[in-house]
């Protein structure tokens, strides 16, 4: 079955300090789809990005960036310079093209905050 | 271009009642998810529509139903409420249909159960 875990619950850093958010998952499908969300506190859920499972080249989009590693099932998260407005929850989730199709499964949740 | 939109923002009910959300998605958009939220069980899954057709389900009881109507607007109803229904409850749509597409949230629904 699949399933994505977080394991760091909270995070707290100081304002310019960069930060690294974990994330592992599991699944039998060859063919999958890796994500991260943002929850500002009114609550939606905010994409920012995407990968699938056959390309593990990493990205980098102005603060942000990404390490997709297929051997170890990781696919974590940087913020560069971290700013105040970057204070939220993020969620890691997983799709699955056979198995389990559109439907999300997500991680537990990061809470990030950043002190000015 | 207009983001999902969920209705009400706000509900309280007693245990026992039921209840109805309205969620419009994206417009174009033609699959809508439902999520619930909880402390306690975090993100999980409640069912998919494509084309007014349940496409897809979660692990939830039957009390948890949905519809979704030819314009793609959707509604997720809950009978016998419960206190553990109290939950944030999450919209999503996206186009096309697909395990490999982003998903668009709503603000969400707070339901509260006294």
């Known amino acids: 079955a699949q399933k994505v875990t977080q394991a760091q619950t909270e995070i707290s850093v100081v304002e310019k300090e960069d930060v690294t958010l974990d994330c592992v998952y599991e699944?039998?499908?060859?063919?999958?789809?890796l994500f991260w969300y943002k929850q500002p506190p009114s609550g939606e859920l905010v994409f920012l990005i995407r990968?699938?499972?056959?390309?593990?080249q990493n990205e980098i989009s102005g603060r942000y960036s990404w390490n997709f590693q297929k051997s170890t099932s990781s696919f974590n998260f940087t913020i560069t310079a971290s700013q105040v407005v970057d204070s939220a929850v993020y969620f890691c989730a997983l799709s699955e093209e056979e198995t389990s199709g559109s439907r999300l499964t997500f991680g537990e949740g990061t809470q990030l905050t950043v002190n000015p | 271009k207009a983001g999902v939109t969920q209705t009400p923002r706000y509900l309280i009910k007693t245990r026992g009642q039921q209840v109805t959300l309205s969620c419009s998605p994206i417009?174009?958009?033609?699959?809508v998810s439902w999520y619930q939220q909880t402390p306690g069980q975090g993100l999980q899954f409640l069912f998919e529509?494509?084309?007014?057709?349940?496409?897809n389900k979660g692990n939830f009881p039957g009390r948890f139903s949905g519809r979704q109507f030819s314009n793609s607007r959707s509604e997720m109803n809950v009978s016998t409420l419960e206190l553990g229904d109290s939950a944030l409850y999450l919209c999503?749509?996206?186009?096309?249909?697909?395990?490999?597409?982003?998903?668009?949230f709503g603000d969400g629904t707070r339901l509260s159960i006294l």
């Open positions: 699944t039998r499908d060859t063919t999958y789809y």
């Open positions: 999503a749509s996206s186009s096309p249909r697909g395990a490999n597409q982003p998903q668009h």
């Open positions: 417009s174009g958009h033609r699959s």
């Open positions: 990968r699938n499972s056959f390309d593990e």
């Open positions: 529509y494509f084309s007014e057709t349940q496409r």
